[in-house]
């Protein structure tokens, strides 16, 4: 009997079961490796460094476990939609800052990692760590991730530079007094109309030195509560501040940007400054060997006499999901890597990022002179600097809230170039609060956390 | 002036010579020009296969350099390989291991033939109990499907996924393959097509013995091959270019689907160009195998069903 | 239809009565997969979720914030200007190289209608995957092909300057659609009269005129087959811009279509509840649009 429907699906038949044999066959085949645990990351050089120490746990506990590195933006995106659908998700995994807001972005039970807030508190791990670093991991007051790092912001210069100019970097403690010698040194060296030198390396765009700065003022886009803050008299000050710096003639930064272009300008001294969070240093001595011995770091200036001086960017926290068959394993395992002492001297002396471990401030490595940075002891001005890093709350509108201060910024930009200064902090507060108050339309909506604060009063 | 405007030039020229030189028969320069369109119109649609067939074998370095093929005076092992392929197949790292790029045209092959044959034995059995069984409710059942037809499937979209969700088929093939497991376009079309069978050829196999089932396979079916062969077609297309199913519902990379993947590639494998339009040469290689094969049912059965519009 | 005597088939079941059972795999499958999750959809509108498990009564606020979203409205202008594009540009080129390819005995007739419909065979991510690297600014081939011929637009991004992007958008869709729809006209030029035509031409009428009294009248039922199936189609785009613009929505969301909006709800922020708002609403403009066009075709035969 010939097939009924023709040859093309009887053709297409075979087809289908000679691959559905041989799917079936792979799957089998590829039963996985039992590992205990299973530990998805993001950074590289984080990768490269648990490499060394993994072996040391296995042994000690007898389990197998498994790392994975994967791109940080299919990470948190595969995450997110694996945690709604009940899909397999890694065991542990690190997570960039900024992103424990999507992950917290319904009710708290829904959060697919395990909420470590009670043993922090109860093994007195929360007390030895930088309490303001908790914000980041944190939603409705409970922590979900534990934090890797602080990443302290300074400003970097070059000092050779600074010196033969006669500045006392000493004396630079307010962002006026900057501004003050700033406008003294941006000046047009070769008379071709084009300045080439400036104080300070801003990006043009606001970006993440807006952020930055908010912070350190004590402002930032959200508060404690999940409220927006990016309207606030802070926020509209430090705009049309950053206004002046970046454009028209009182301007006293270049953009430099990132990588080789930052590398270049800092080589040229087309730039003095630029912001340095403890992270940053690293890498900038991979970029620039050449300007070795000529570096130097220092706290940022305050807002006013006696205020913050540095802020805080960046982040990576470690946390468990709830589908991990063995949370007790994967918490030692958490411990093993942020809390081990010794590791975290050797740490340091690696990638200059100083861990929020307060205790581990004391270790030798954190006294050393680095030659690099004119053999400033960096640990010790970044340990102390650590202690004053502020807060950066996060809620599932980060994202949103920091596109929209974006777009306000540029139009404010705009409006600058066309009007100067003539009704410039009116028509910022009119942007910033018409851009916060879209975030606050989209995030007040959010049905689940207003049931969740209804509940709480 | 360059070499392309030489050539529009030159064929400008041949029009307008042939209506010169036939000044009583124009519709030689008419049907000279007909074709110049055409020839035209084909190879701006050929045009990005072209591209695409000689981007995957170029080398990294001199992709973007030059627009087709290197000039055979720099072929070489360095200009023209398989390198593209050869990071295409070098697999990836995922939290559940290796996967590499076989496996997602295993996927695809497999969940495509196998919702083709499934498509063809349900609309085929469905439009056969409307085309020849008269029973309470049939026409309500018509127009129940043809008013179906009017929703965009996208408001089911998040439903189903609520509904996927709560039996536990979020990450299976299931999901892909069950919800649209009977397309109404296809029964109609069955419908239209077994309607023309003649019923005598019916009631001599049930005379014969032959029970209901029997007549649609030994009868009814074997003559209408040739809508099946045209419906196969694009049942096979519409499975294998599917993207938001598989989006949406798979989440091991291991079980995804060619489309997927593709576009995930895009974004990893940023400036690598050569990368993934080697994996898409790849993957539209089978439809176009499917299609030469098709191509007769396809047309006769796409233009009979068109004119009934 | 056949009215024999009630004869029993298999296991003493009425003959007429198989049609159920061939029939029951479309009603669970329609009944399970549509009908249930259509009434879910309602339910949703009015309730906001986090991902598929948990959810919250809102009442209407879902469809209150959607219709005074901005981008909800930047999403709807962009797919009105795609859909107008491609019934008024797409199709009178697809009508006129059906014109074109319109002979009876021409052999070459099968070979061109293939490499014209060839784009059609190519699924709209793949088609997204390959312009993507078509419009690359300087290098792409689309840009050297327009600098050769007219002398401009070397350094047009294409995906990046938010006016280009839909220009982009509907310039891809041409080459993929363009073919697909001239297959219809094909089919429908075959209706054509012969004998009209002949009348026609003795009767001296010009090529317009033909075009205009005997053409058009002809080809009427699928013409307005086509422009409505081309704009449900294309108030439904979602697939060519998601690759086109890798994965995001275009520069201050030039590429944001209302599908787009409705995948960003539901699937990227977890909640499924707008986007079954988001939903309805694309089925009520797209019920209104077609219902619109029907009635203008109705008219227009009418007259003619």
Redesign the interface.
């Known amino acids: 009997m010939l097939f009924p429907y023709g040859k093309a699906p009887l053709a297409l038949l075979a087809v289908a079961l000679l691959t559905g044999a041989t799917l079936a066959l792979a799957t089998f085949c590829s039963r996985q490796d039992d590992y205990d645990l299973v530990f998805a990351l993001f950074a590289k050089n984080h990768h490269e460094v648990y490499q060394e120490v993994i072996p040391e746990f296995e042994a000690a506990h007898g389990v197998r476990v498994q790392m994975q590195l994967v791109p940080a933006r299919g990470l948190q995106?595969r995450l997110?939609?694996a945690?709604?659908?009940?899909a397999p998700v890694p065991d542990v995994v690190e997570i960039l800052n900024g992103s424990m807001g999507y992950f917290a972005?319904?009710?708290l039970?829904?959060v697919g990692f395990v909420d470590l807030t009670e043993r922090l508190e109860k093994e007195g791990i929360r007390e030895r760590m930088v309490e303001s670093r908790f914000s980041i991991w944190s939603s409705r007051g409970h922590v979900f991730a534990m934090p890797h790092d602080v990443h302290p912001v300074t400003l970097a210069y070059r000092r050779d530079l600074v010196e033969e100019l006669g500045i006392d970097v000493e004396a630079l403690t307010t962002w006026d007094e900057f501004v003050r010698v700033g406008r003294r040194v941006t000046c047009d060296l070769d008379r071709d109309g084009v300045a080439d030198r400036y104080m300070i390396d801003l990006p043009s765009d606001g970006a993440s030195a807006l952020d930055l700065l908010l912070l350190q003022r004590g402002g930032g886009l959200f508060d404690e509560d999940g409220q927006v803050t990016m309207d606030s008299q802070v926020a509209v000050e430090t705009l049309v501040w950053y206004i002046h710096q970046t454009r028209g003639e009182g301007r006293i930064a270049f953009s430099a940007g990132w990588g080789q272009s930052l590398s270049k300008a800092m080589l040229d001294g087309l730039a003095l400054f630029y912001f340095c969070p403890d992270w940053r240093t690293k890498t900038f001595q991979q970029d620039v060997p050449g300007l070795a011995g000529k570096m130097a770091v220092m706290p940022l200036p305050a807002w006013e006499e006696g205020g913050r001086r540095t802020s805080t960017w960046g982040g990576t926290g470690f946390a468990i999901t709830k589908a991990c068959p063995r949370q007790e394993l994967a918490w030692e395992f958490a411990k093993f890597l942020y809390l081990e002492k010794k590791e975290l001297g050797k740490r340091f002396a690696g990638s200059n990022i100083i861990p929020p471990v307060k205790d581990a401030w004391d270790l030798p490595e954190f006294h050393t002179p680095n030659a690099y940075w004119s053999n400033q002891k960096i640990g010790v001005l970044l340990s102390d600097l650590a202690r004053e890093t502020p807060p950066a709350y996060v809620t599932a509108y980060t994202e949103l809230a920091r596109t929209k201060i974006g777009e306000a910024f540029m139009n404010a930009a705009i409006y600058y170039d066309d009007h100067g200064d003539d009704g410039l902090r009116d028509y910022v507060e009119n942007e910033l609060k018409r851009t916060a108050d879209y975030v606050r339309?989209?995030a007040g909506?959010?049905?689940?956390l207003s049931?969740a604060r209804r509940e709480s009063r | 002036m360059?070499?392309?405007?030489a050539c529009l030039l030159a064929l400008i020229c041949v029009f307008a010579g042939s209506l010169l030189m036939f000044p009583r028969r124009p519709q030689i320069a008419w049907t000279y020009l007909?074709?110049v369109?055409?020839v035209l119109?084909?190879g701006?649609?050929?045009?990005?296969?072209a591209?695409?067939l000689c981007?995957a074998f170029k080398d990294r370095d001199i992709l973007?350099?030059y627009?087709f093929l290197p000039p055979v005076s720099r072929w070489s092992s360095e200009t023209l390989n398989l390198n593209s392929f050869r990071q295409l197949f070098a697999g990836e790292k995922t939290p559940q291991g290796t996967v590499y790029f076989w496996r997602y045209i295993l996927n695809s092959l497999f969940l495509t033939t196998t919702a083709t044959v499934l498509h063809i034995v349900?609309c085929s059995?469905?439009g056969?109990?409307?085309a020849k069984?008269?029973?309470r409710g049939?026409r309500a059942?018509m127009l129940f499907m043809l008013g179906?037809m009017?929703?965009?499937s996208?408001?089911?979209?998040?439903?189903?996924?609520?509904?996927?969700?709560?039996v536990g088929w979020i990450d299976t093939y299931l999901a892909l393959l069950?919800?649209?497991?009977?397309p109404v376009f296809g029964?109609f079309l069955f419908r239209q097509a077994i309607v023309n069978v003649p019923?005598d050829l019916l009631?001599a196999a049930?005379i014969d013995g032959c029970?209901?089932?029997g007549i649609?396979w030994n009868v009814v079916m074997p003559l209408v091959r040739p809508m099946t062969g045209a419906f196969c077609l694009v049942s096979f297309?519409g499975a294998?270019?599917?993207?938001?199913g598989p989006q949406?519902y798979i989440h091991t990379q291991a079980k995804l689907t060619l489309?997927?993947v593709?576009?995930q590639?895009?974004?990893i494998y940023n400036q690598q160009?050569g990368v993934?339009?080697a994996g898409?040469l790849l993957?539209?290689l089978p439809?176009?195998i499917i299609?030469f094969g098709l191509?007769r049912e396809f047309?006769s059965g796409?233009?009979s069903g068109?004119?009934k519009? | 239809?056949?009215r024999?005597t009630k004869?029993r088939?298999?296991g003493g079941i009425r003959?007429?009565?198989?049609?159920?059972v061939?029939?029951l795999?479309?009603v669970v499958?329609?009944c399970?997969?549509?009908v249930?999750?259509?009434i879910?959809?309602i339910i949703?509108a009015f309730h906001?979720?986090?991902?598929?498990?948990?959810r919250?009564?809102?009442g209407a606020?879902n469809f209150a914030?959607v219709l005074t979203d901005d981008e909800f409205w930047i999403a709807v202008r962009n797919t009105t200007i795609y859909a107008v594009f491609s019934v008024f540009l797409q199709l009178p080129l697809s009508l006129g190289?059906a014109l074109?390819?319109n002979t009876r005995k021409d052999k070459?007739k099968?070979f061109?209608?293939?490499?014209?419909f060839?784009?059609?065979?190519?699924?709209?991510?793949?088609v997204?995957?390959?312009?993507?690297?078509?419009f690359?600014p300087r290098?792409?081939?689309f840009n050297?092909f327009l600098q050769?011929?007219i002398g401009w637009g070397l350094e047009e991004r294409w995906l990046e300057d938010p006016a280009l992007v839909m220009p982009a958008l509907i310039i891809t869709s041409l080459?993929m659609f363009v073919?697909f729809n001239m297959?219809?006209f094909?089919?429908?030029l075959?209706?054509v009269d012969p004998n009209l035509v002949e009348a026609a031409q003795i009767d001296g009428a010009g090529p317009w005129n033909m075009f205009r009294h005997v053409i058009v009248p002809a080809i009427k039922?699928?013409a307005t087959?086509v422009i409505v199936m081309s704009t449900?189609g294309s108030?439904?785009l979602?697939?060519l811009p998601?690759?086109l613009l890798?994965?995001g929505f275009g520069p201050k969301n030039s590429g944001l279509t209302i599908?787009g909006y409705?995948?960003n709800s539901?699937?990227?922020?977890?909640d499924?509840?707008t986007?079954?708002a988001v939903?309805?609403i694309?089925?009520l403009i797209?019920?209104v649009i077609?219902l619109a066009q029907i009635r203008v075709s109705g008219t227009l035969r009418s007259e003619a």
């Open positions: 995106s997110q939609s945690f709604l659908a009940g972005r319904g009710p039970k829904d339309r989209v909506r959010n049905a689940f049931q | 360059n070499t392309l405007h007909r074709y369109v055409l119109a084909a701006v649609v050929l045009t990005p296969f591209w695409l981007a973007m350099e627009v349900t059995l469905t056969y109990a409307l069984y008269s029973f049939r059942i179906s009017m929703i965009p996208m408001i089911l979209l998040a439903p189903v996924y609520q509904l996927m969700y709560h069950i919800p649209g497991a009977v029964v019923n009631e049930r029970s209901e089932f649609y297309l294998w270019n599917s993207f938001l949406i489309p997927v593709l576009s590639y895009i974004g160009y993934f339009l898409t993957a539209i439809p176009a299609f191509q047309v796409l233009t068109a004119v519009g | 239809m056949d024999t004869a088939g298999w003959r007429q009565h198989w049609a159920y061939f029939l795999p479309y499958v329609t399970t997969f549509f249930y999750p259509f879910q959809a949703l906001q979720t986090n991902g598929p498990s948990s919250v009564f809102v606020s914030f190289l074109l390819l070459m099968s061109f209608r293939l490499i014209l060839s784009p059609r065979l190519v699924g709209q991510i793949f997204g995957v390959i312009f993507t690297v078509i690359v290098y792409g081939l050297r050769t011929l080459w073919g297959i219809y094909l089919a429908a075959q209706n039922p699928v087959f449900i108030f439904q979602f697939e998601y690759s890798r994965g599908v409705l995948y539901a699937f990227n922020s977890g499924l509840g986007g079954s939903g309805w694309l089925v797209i019920f077609s």
